[in-house]
Structures are given as C-alpha cells and as structure tokens.
C-alpha cells in the first residue's frame, strides 16, 4: 500500500534561519506531489505543485521554494525564514493516471513556527 | 479563479444531534468538490468526494453531502454526531490535478 512520510513533526526556528521540510511517498511511481500550508484561522492554501523530478510549479509568490531530487521526494525549502512562514505545512501526492486518480492523500504534517 | 466559502467557523452541536456544514465555491466548469477533517494536530482526512452523477454522496463515517450546481453548494451533513465527530472540517474544490482550493474551514464541538 501506498504510504507518505512527512518529518518533522514539530519544528521551531529563529527567523533568518534556513528551513528544510522532507517528503516522501512510498508504493507508488510517478506521483504528483504538493506542498499546502495552513497558516493560522486560514484554509489550506497550494504553494507548489510537481508532476514529475525537477518539475515544480509555484502556485503562489512566496518566501519558500520547492525541489524534487527524487521520484517521491520533494522538499520545501527557504534560505531565511520569516515570521509570516509559521504555519502547518502539508505535503500531498495523487496518482498521476488521470483514469486512476480518485484523490489526493496527505501527510501528518509539520508545524512550523518562526520567533 | 476557484474559491470556497465556508460562512460558519465555529459550529458546536449536542451529541446525537444532527449536523450540517455549509459549503460554497466558485469554479469555472465542472467542480471535483471534496470534504476533509483534521483531527487536532493531524493531517487532512478524506471523508468523501463528489466527481459527477448522483448529486447526494455518501462517505465514510455516516457523513453525506449533496451537490447543488444552482446554487453552487456541496453542503456536509450527519443524522447524529458522535463525540469522536469533534473535529475541523475543510471544503475543498478542484479538478482531476488535486490542485485544490480549500475554505477557512469549519470547527465543530460536541457537547455532552
């Protein structure tokens, strides 16, 4: 069966420091993946999307970035945090077969918050 | 440009009680319309999802939504809700490529 993987769970950072968040998706190929964060009293909101290694798709203008060195790797990334970056962070993957994509599965999520 | 509303933030609801959350989006052609709970400090779970046919879809733990195009709404409802139903709820809208829109979303209580 299908699994995704998100890590950390919590994490706190002082602003102006770097962020790396991972995810992983295992028991499939070729996945699309996603990067959502819930900022505080707010929905979801899409801030990268990927079809396929080194295909990313910045659905927002942000202070983050996106990389996908792997199949079922993506990774979020930002040199320098700001405080406007805490939020919950999810990371999200559909089966790219349009025929065979029933819906998106998420990860646990990280909860990120910059001081 | 597609866009969900969920008017109620905060809902709280006696148990055996029934529930309804409301739902509306924006999207320029047939929506995929979805709905999620996040238990506290969880990840979004799918409780059920609408594509196209019948307009009153059935999910998993005894929740139903019904799509209305007329009055672009995909309404969340239980007959009677649980304490374990103490969640946040999400609407989402999309298509085939799950870049989803998703509302505010919608906090509900149970009370004893």
Redesign the interface.
């Given at each position: 069966s299908q699994t995704i993987h998100?890590w950390p769970a919590t994490l706190v950072q002082p602003v102006g420091s770097p962020l790396s968040l991972e995810c992983t998706v295992e028991g499939t190929s070729n996945p699309?993946l996603?990067w959502?964060r819930q900022a505080a009293?707010?929905?979801?909101?899409?801030l990268f999307?990927s079809v396929g290694i080194g295909q990313i798709s910045s659905?927002v203008p942000q202070n983050l970035s996106a990389s996908r060195p792997q199949d079922r790797q993506f990774i979020l990334s930002s040199k320098k945090l700001l405080l406007s970056d805490s939020g919950f962070y999810?990371c999200?993957w559909?089966v790219r077969d349009?025929a065979l994509?029933?819906?998106?599965f998420?990860?646990?999520?990280t909860?990120l918050t910059v001081v | 440009a597609q866009s969900v509303t969920q008017p109620d933030i905060h809902i709280t609801v006696s148990e055996g009680a029934s529930l309804e959350l409301r739902c509306n989006y924006s999207y320029g052609a047939t929506p995929y319309l979805f709905w999620y709970v996040q238990s506290p400090g969880q990840g979004l779970q799918l409780l059920l999802k609408y594509f196209s046919g019948d307009t009153l879809v059935q999910g998993i733990k005894g929740f139903e939504a019904e799509f209305k195009r007329s009055q672009s709404s995909f309404n969340l409802r239980k007959p009677s809700v649980h304490w374990s139903d103490a969640a946040e709820y999400f609407c989402a809208v999309g298509a085939y490529d799950y870049k989803l829109s998703f509302g505010a979303g919608t906090t509900v209580t149970v009370r004893a």
């Open positions: 998100q699309n996603y959502y009293g707010r929905g979801l909101q899409l999307y659905e999810l999200a559909s349009r994509n029933t819906e998106a998420f990860g646990q999520g909860r | -």
